[in-house]
C-alpha cells in the first residue's frame, strides 16, 4: 500500500479529466453495467503510468468520439477493485498500468503494461482513438 500523499497527484491526473475512481468490487460491477462504452485505467506509481498511460489517456480524449465513462482504479492500493476490473479483463494477465475498454459490459479492446511502457503517449493515444472511433 502506497501513503496517500504520495498517490494523490497521480491520481488527481485522471480524476481531473474526468475519470470517476473506483474503490470496491461493487463500485467496479455499477460501472461496467452501465450502458455504453466504460474505459477503465489501472493506474499505478509507475514511470511508464506516468510518462505514458496517464498522458496517452489524456490525449485520447481529445479525439471526436470518446467513452461514455471513465473509469479507473489505482494497482497497489485499490486492491478490491483492482482485482475486480482485472476479473473482467481476463483473458489477459494483470498488468498495470493497462486500460480497458469495455462495451455494454463486455471487454472490446485492451493495452496492456507491454503495449505501454517503451511507447510514447502519442502512439497510446492513437491506439485508444483508433478503439474509440470503433466503439464509441
Given at each position: 500500500m502506497y501513503p496517500a500523499e504520495l498517490i494523490k497527484p497521480m491520481r488527481e491526473d485522471l480524476t481531473n479529466i474526468g475519470f470517476t475512481e473506483l474503490y470496491t468490487e461493487n463500485d467496479v460491477s455499477e460501472a461496467l453495467k452501465k450502458e455504453g462504452t466504460t474505459l477503465v485505467v489501472v493506474n499505478s506509481v509507475c514511470?511508464?503510468?506516468?510518462?505514458?498511460?496517464?498522458?496517452g489517456a489524456r490525449m485520447a480524449l481529445q479525439n471526436a468520439k470518446t467513452p461514455d465513462n471513465l473509469v479507473t482504479v489505482f494497482a497497489g492500493v485499490d486492491r478490491e477493485a483492482v482485482d475486480a476490473a482485472r476479473a473482467q479483463m481476463v483473458p489477459f494477465p494483470p498488468s498495470s498500468p493497462s486500460m480497458a475498454l469495455f462495451k455494454n459490459g463486455e471487454l472490446v479492446h485492451m493495452l496492456e503494461r507491454h503495449h505501454i511502457e517503451g511507447r510514447q503517449a502519442d502512439m497510446i493515444a492513437e491506439n485508444l482513438k483508433g478503439a474509440f472511433d470503433e466503439y464509441c
Open positions: 514511470g511508464c503510468a506516468a510518462a505514458n498511460a496517464r498522458p
